[in-house]
């Protein structure tokens, strides 16, 4: 999602327009077009589809999305259109997004003995459960006094298998977090990411 905002003291339009260079993605606004009041903030919904549907014409690929706010002075009426002057750049966002096989932690466990914590995951593709192939994890450590814990992040490379270990020495281990980044494979995988565990 993005926001947008009226900064003016009167109420305005606010348009959005989209450009990308991605001939087989779709890019989905909720609104193209919203009517704020002074100081208004609306969130607007943002959605992506690639729209490739065989399966061999699938390959990893990037689309480009700019999306650009415009906003009307509301100063700047007249008798004849309420917003005659053209409408001022208000900002925008550029967004890269990529291709990739759904993917989900199909395990992830902590073993914790004495001060060494171990995190051990499987990452695989959503709905068939084949393991992926490669890519990197990060993982996180959440450790010390519970109420204000310390974190310890560590990077694994994921075995061709599609499983990885992470062991580290931290005194009062709390629970520990994964993110699957993907990462340059031969196939191309979407992030992921694991629930807490203890």
Same mark, same amino acid.
């Given at each position: ?5 009226? +900064? ?6 606010f348009?959005? /327009? ?6 087989? !993605? $779709? ?6 077009? #919203?009517? #704020? ?10 959605? !992506? ?8 014409? $699938? ?5 480009d ?5 415009l906003?009307?002075?509301?100063? =700047? ?11 001022? =750049? ?5 967004? $890269? ?10 395990? !992830?466990?902590a ?6 914590? *171990? ?13 992926? *192939?490669?890519?990197?994890? #990060?993982?996180a450590?959440r450790?010390?006094?519970? @109420? ?8 694994? #490379?994921?075995? @061709? ?10 005194? /009062? ?10 990462? =340059?494979? @031969? *196939? +191309?995988? =979407? +992030? @992921? ?6």
């Amino acid at each position: 999602s993005i926001t947008v905002h009226n +900064p003016y003291d009167e109420p305005t339009i606010f348009q959005l /327009d989209t450009v990308q260079n991605g001939d087989r !993605f $779709r890019t989905y606004l909720e609104t193209t077009e #919203l009517e #704020l009041d002074a100081g208004e903030t609306e969130v607007v919904t943002v959605m !992506f589809e690639y729209t490739a549907t065989n399966v061999q014409e $699938r390959e990893r690929e990037e689309n480009d999305v700019r999306i650009n706010g415009l906003i009307y002075d509301p100063r =700047a009426e007249d008798e004849d259109y309420p917003f005659a002057d053209a409408a001022d =750049a208000a900002g925008g966002v550029d967004i $890269r997004v990529r291709t990739g096989l759904a993917t989900e932690f199909t395990e !992830f466990k902590a073993q914790v003995e004495g001060k060494r914590a *171990t995190f051990k995951g499987t990452v695989g593709e959503v709905g068939a459960g084949i393991p992926v *192939t490669g890519g990197d994890v #990060l993982v996180a450590i959440r450790h010390g006094d519970p @109420s204000d814990p310390d974190y310890t992040y560590v990077s694994e #490379l994921m075995g @061709s298998n599609g499983v990885f270990e992470v062991s580290v020495s931290e005194t /009062d281990v709390l629970e520990g977090k994964a993110w699957f980044l993907g990462g =340059a494979t @031969s *196939t +191309p995988y =979407a +992030p @992921s990411e694991s629930d807490w565990v203890q």
